[in-house]
């Protein structure tokens, strides 16, 4: 059993590259060095190693640069592994007035995970439906974006509603993506009542290009939703196949994952996932 760090002096910390290494003793005497991916807004995500006292007792930097050479991942750096970026695009709108909760740092965590370091991605703030439109096809045409991830709250209607009041109706969100960049493959809409079959077929009868459509089609729970977000764009980036392929290769390996989650009732989250079909659409978790 390991013990969980104190601020009596078992904790020192250090930099490298990026990562943040923090060793303390264990119950047993034995050192740890936990890798700790600091986030913007404070959250952060931890691996433990075990190793040896000669490890601990060299000077900082040493310390550091070993450690970090046997970590999971590391953030890139150079232009060339800037290019190699996760290709997801996430808007997000304010969910309260007076609250900094945000879907970031998750995506954050898995680009470093990934190696692409904490940004391997496009996020803005939006707080309007001409804030989002402007995002959306500025981001798409310049960034060639593969998925847009929207996240804002959400009515029974299936609109999108901006922090200010103002919402997007399924047809006026078509509308806006039909206007977005060619590489542009994949909507994911973390929303409330937003993944309905009807909000996808009017995204596709709109956007010929778009190959699928995510969301929810249930009132969902912040984290709850985050998870699934994680677990989904996890095993998207873990994939090696291209387009739908890549699309139902993930679906597949997330059902038997998350399928409480993934229920309409009994206080699932009604989670979706979209493909063309002859009849508009038609749903991958349920094919």
Same mark, same amino acid.
């Given at each position: ?8 002096? &078992? =904790? ?9 290494? #923090?060793? /303390? ?13 600091? @986030?913007?807004?404070? #959250?952060?995500? @931890? ?9 601990? %007792?060299? $000077? $900082?930097?040493?310390?550091?640069? %070993?450690? !970090?050479?046997?970590?999971?991942? &590391? ?9 190699? /970026?996760?290709?997801?695009?996430? *808007?997000?709108?304010?969910?309260? %007035? ?11 965590? #898995? ?14 703030? #939006? ?13 798409? &045409? ?9 996240? @804002?709250?959400?009515? &029974? ?22 206007? @977005?960049?060619?590489?542009? %493959? ?20 709109? =956007?010929?290009?778009?190959? /699928? ?20 764009? $996890?095993? /998207? ?24 989650? *993934? ?17 508009? !659409?038609?749903?991958? *978790?349920?094919?």
């Amino acid at each position: 059993m390991e013990s969980r760090p104190t601020l009596a002096g &078992h =904790c020192r910390g250090h930099r490298a590259g990026g990562i943040f290494v #923090i060793g /303390w003793q264990a119950e047993d005497g034995e050192p740890l060095i936990r890798q700790v991916l600091l @986030c913007t807004s404070g #959250i952060v995500v @931890c691996h433990a190693y075990k190793l040896r006292m000669d490890l601990v %007792r060299k $000077n $900082n930097q040493a310390m550091a640069a %070993r450690a !970090a050479s046997i970590l999971p991942f &590391h953030p890139a750096k150079t232009a060339a592994d800037r290019a190699q /970026w996760t290709r997801i695009g996430v *808007l997000e709108s304010r969910w309260a %007035r007076r609250s900094s909760l945000s879907i970031r740092p998750f995506f954050e965590m #898995i680009s470093a995970a990934y190696g692409y370091g904490p940004d391997g991605y496009e996020y803005e703030m #939006i707080s309007s439906p001409a804030g989002l439109e402007e995002a959306a096809v500025r981001l798409s &045409h310049h960034e060639k974006l593969r998925i847009l991830y929207l996240g @804002c709250h959400g009515d &029974h209607s299936g609109a999108l509603v901006m922090h200010g009041g103002e919402t997007l109706s399924p047809r006026a969100l078509a509308q806006l993506l039909s206007r @977005c960049g060619p590489s542009l %493959r994949g909507i994911y809409l973390g929303a409330c009542f937003a993944g309905r079959r009807r909000v996808a077929r009017e995204i596709f009868a709109h =956007c010929p290009r778009l190959q /699928w459509v995510a969301g929810y089609a249930n009132s969902i729970d912040f984290l709850d939703s985050s998870a699934l977000d994680i677990l989904f764009f $996890n095993r /998207w980036l873990e994939s090696k196949l291209m387009g739908l392929a890549r699309l139902r290769e993930t679906v597949d390996r997330l059902k038997p994952v998350v399928s409480g989650l *993934l229920k309409k009732n009994e206080g699932g989250l009604g989670f979706r996932v979209f493909v063309r079909s002859p009849s508009g !659409a038609i749903d991958l *978790l349920r094919a």
